[in-house]
């Protein structure tokens, strides 16, 4: 699925602008899909220029004038389609598992805090996901719950998964550090 495709998605909620889109990518989409303002404005023209969206000028005091773009039928029918893909593909990118490939590069006082950092990292990301859905879980569509569920379980297992195998790159700095002496 692409950018043009999740903004579709996201403005099904109703109208919005590009900043809205941006906002919304980082609070609901941005631990698993980026979309920076570099793609969602060309998203949100090229869907224009093929009648997906309607894009509204809205004026403002002392501001720019605001574009605030809504989803046609057409956009919808192209949408509910690109959701028929029965094998969407799931994709992780992670500077945190990039920067570990290289972990026999470092010291080893450097590799344990970049495993604490992450360990720090994922009970917060865990505590704001749960704060959420005790906040807000009975609004949300099912769609997102299931995500935020998602989202929390993997990052579980992650930090489990740190804590009980961060001996493997302690075990390899020892094995570096003697071989150097």
């Known amino acids: ?26 609070s609901s989409f941005g631990d698993f899909f980026a979309a920076g303002y570099g793609s969602i404005y060309p998203a949100l023209s090229s869907l224009s220029e093929q009648r997906l969206v309607t894009c509204e000028q809205v004026a403002q005091d002392g501001k720019p004038d605001r ?71 009975d609004q949300w569509p099912a769609g997102m719950k299931f995500v935020a569920g998602f989202g929390k379980a993997m990052t579980e297992a992650m930090k489990k998964y740190v804590e009980n195998n961060r001996h493997l790159l302690s075990d390899e700095a020892d094995v570096k550090a003697t071989a150097g002496q």
Do not use: W
Request: aromatic share 8%.
């Open 1 to 26: 699925m692409d950018v043009k495709t999740v903004c579709l998605g996201m403005l099904t909620d109703g109208a919005a602008s590009g900043y809205d889109l941006k906002k919304q990518f980082e």
């Open 67 to 137: 574009k605030l773009y809504k989803i046609t039928d057409d956009g919808m029918a192209f949408l509910l389609r690109a959701l028929e893909d029965p094998s969407p593909c799931h994709k992780i990118r992670s500077e945190f598992l990039a920067t570990v490939c290289f972990s026999h590069l470092m010291p080893a006082a450097l590799v344990e805090t970049i495993l604490s950092n992450r360990i720090e990292e994922c009970a917060r990301y865990i505590g704001v996901i749960s704060d959420l859905e005790n906040d807000h879980v």
